[in-house]
């Protein structure tokens, strides 16, 4: 296993299996806003994997790809080879929307990568983009993710440190704004304060926050979580303050979260899932509302600690208090606006 692969936990099928439950809410409409595939050696998840955990139960209705350094042209300009993976997910789009494959409509919204930091040069990867997306690209994921203990890196999204206050990146992200693309955010709850700045810089963009701002639970924060959370959650308000900024819930099955669900002799169940998750689930909801939230996957990623009905499960046992009208926007009416998957 490489260096790369090792930051992510393996996932065992047969373990998954071991943890069956009734779906809850089987008919509540669900937008996937964050998924990816790849085929990386050893590890494959791409058309029919994806279609199998979304008809594992659940009533998903669409998904947005995000990058996931897929596919990846192999000659051509440096710049230019991640205008790859958005022709590859067009590909998957297309022979999702033949019906072929059921009525769920997969990578139904795109979202690629351009180096930001190639500041206005930036604008002809993104216009490749575009052209290569058959109308379904909507923005980029730039990760800035860094941490000062490398254990928290993954090698293959390297990273320097503040690069979100650099003349080049914001050069770069005034264009990716100018032309109405969308921004994923991936960075460490410690860094939140970037995105502040940069979403306050950038006041008309519009912009996702990943995996609820990434609390770290390993490394240097091991066993720290009593004061992780209120670092995260002070961070966090004052992100809320920027309308501009959405936030997804999800992601916290990471490896970096520190939760150890891998470790069990059993699968979690979603109730153990949504009783670890709800300080940060509904802190965040509290702070931003339900239309700037989105529940998110984060397949095949998250894999590695829980199935994907599971996890649909936990994220509604977590929504059980909300009102019809948040539920909506929480699992399909929020990431329909943000990624305007119906223009």
């Not at 350094?69 to 440096?78: C, M, S, V, Y």
């Not at 080049?168 to 992200?173: I, K, S």
């Not at 002070?234 to 150890?260: D, F, H, Q, W």
């Not at 199935?307 to 948040?326: I, M, P, Q, T």
Request: neutral net charge.
């Amino acid at each position: 296993m490489s260096s790369t692969q090792f930051h992510y936990l393996e996932v065992r099928r047969a373990w998954l299996a071991r943890r069956v439950e009734p779906i809850i809410e089987p008919g509540l409409p669900i937008v996937d806003p964050h998924h990816h595939l790849w085929d990386r050696g050893g590890w494959r998840y791409l058309h029919d994997d994806l279609l199998a955990d979304i008809n594992a139960g659940h009533n998903i209705t669409h998904t947005v790809f995000v990058q996931a350094r897929a596919f990846h042209r192999a000659d051509g300009p440096e710049e230019l080879r991640p205008v790859g993976e958005t022709e590859f997910v067009n590909g998957v789009a297309a022979m999702s929307v033949s019906g072929l494959y059921g009525p769920s409509r997969m990578c139904a919204g795109i979202v690629g990568h351009a180096n930001l930091a190639l500041g206005a040069r930036v604008e002809a990867v993104l216009t490749a983009h575009l052209a290569a997306g058959g109308g379904r690209f909507r923005g980029i994921r730039h990760i800035t993710a860094w941490d000062s203990d490398p254990v928290m890196l993954n090698p293959g999204n390297p990273a320097p440190a503040e690069l979100m206050g650099t003349a080049a990146f914001r050069e770069g992200f005034a264009r990716l704004a100018a032309m109405g693309l969308s921004y994923d955010a991936w960075l460490y709850h410690p860094q939140i304060p970037e995105l502040t700045a940069l979403a306050r810089a950038f006041p008309a963009a519009r912009m996702v926050l990943d995996h609820v701002g990434g609390p770290l639970g390993i490394g240097r924060f091991a066993g720290k979580g009593a004061e992780v959370f209120p670092a995260w959650r002070a961070s966090m308000a004052e992100l809320a303050t920027c309308p501009n900024v959405y936030v997804k819930l999800g992601g916290l099955g990471m490896r970096i979260n520190g939760y150890g669900f891998e470790n069990g002799a059993e699968p979690p169940s979603s109730e153990a899932l949504a009783a670890a998750w709800k300080p940060y689930i509904e802190t965040t909801i509290e702070l931003f509302g339900a239309d700037r939230c989105m529940f998110e996957s984060n397949f095949p990623v998250d894999k590695g600690s829980y199935s994907y009905a599971v996890c649909w499960n936990s994220f509604k046992r977590l929504a059980a208090g909300a009102s019809e009208a948040e539920k909506a926007a929480l699992f399909s009416g929020t990431a329909t606006r943000f990624y305007r998957l119906g223009a």
